[in-house]
Antibody, heavy 120, light 107 residues
Framework: QITLKESGPTLVKPTQTLTLTCTFS??????????VGWIRQPPGRALEWLAL???????NYSPSLRSRLTITKDTSKNQVVLTMTNMDPVDTATYYC????????????WGQGTTVTVSS | DIQMTQSPSTLSASVGDRVTITCRAS??????LAWYQQKPGKAPKLLIS???SLESGVPSKFSGSGSGTEFTLTISSLQPDDFATYYC?????????FGQGTKVEFK
């Protein structure tokens, strides 16, 4: 059974850097074609894809946020970390991580999400 | 970026209705499209991948079709548990993009 869980601060101040950790079980990020993605959802709004990292350390980012995002993995700890710099109140959202089982597949298992509020 | 446009944004329906949601891509995405269901306060759930492949455990009342730029999600007989928001998402190319969502509500 695949599970993922997001963790990190619930409140950050504007201009600070957000660090979110996705801790997963039931799969390995050393398995060919497996990936983990991050998605966010501002309150009452649509889903927004942020970034994705694959088993081979290939990374993809949302172009609009590319300069602010970094995604990394620690295969031994079964974790994926997303950092977002220069946080702004518009970044207030629920942040999800999700499993990608192989190339050309959707996000088949999601974490429960973690809510981040940006406010001074 | 590939833009995904869903219609309608809100759909009012009754139990037992057959409902159809449309998703259009701004350029061809072949069949690389997923559909998700999201209930309030919950994470999205993958229903369909590759435009028409039902995920394991998803009831057969859900079906997807289409290719290229136009896709549909159909729920054959709406049940109380199906009132939710539905999103399409393309994974043909990066950045992956979602539609704006279709909320299925009680008429």
């Amino acid at each position: 059974q695949i599970t993922l869980k997001e963790s990190g601060p619930t409140l950050v101040k504007p201009t600070q850097t957000l660090t979110l950790t996705c801790t997963f079980s039931g799969f390995s990020l050393s398995t060919t074609q497996v990936g983990v993605g991050w998605i966010r959802q501002p309150p009452g709004r649509a889903l927004e894809w942020l970034a994705l990292i694959y088993w081979n350390d290939a990374k993809n980012y949302s172009p609009s946020l590319r300069s602010r995002l970094t995604i990394t993995k620690d295969t031994s700890k079964n974790q994926v970390v997303l950092t977002m710099t220069n946080m702004d109140p518009v970044d207030t959202a629920t942040y999800y991580c999700a499993h990608v089982p192989r190339f050309y597949y959707g996000l088949d298992v999601w974490g429960q999400g973690t809510t981040v509020t940006v406010s001074s | 970026d590939i833009q995904m446009t869903q219609s309608p944004s809100t759909l009012s329906a009754s139990v037992g209705d057959r409902v159809t949601i449309t998703c259009r891509a701004s350029q061809s995405i072949s069949s690389w499209l997923a559909w998700y269901q999201q209930k309030p306060g919950k994470a999205p759930k993958l229903l369909i991948s590759k435009a028409s492949s039902l995920e394991s455990g998803v009831p057969s009342k859900f079906s997807g079709s289409g290719s290229g730029t136009e896709f549909t999600l159909t729920i054959s007989s709406l049940q109380p548990d199906d009132f939710a928001t539905y999103y399409c998402q393309q994974y043909n190319s990066y950045p992956w993009t979602f539609g704006q969502g279709t909320k299925v509500e009680f008429k």
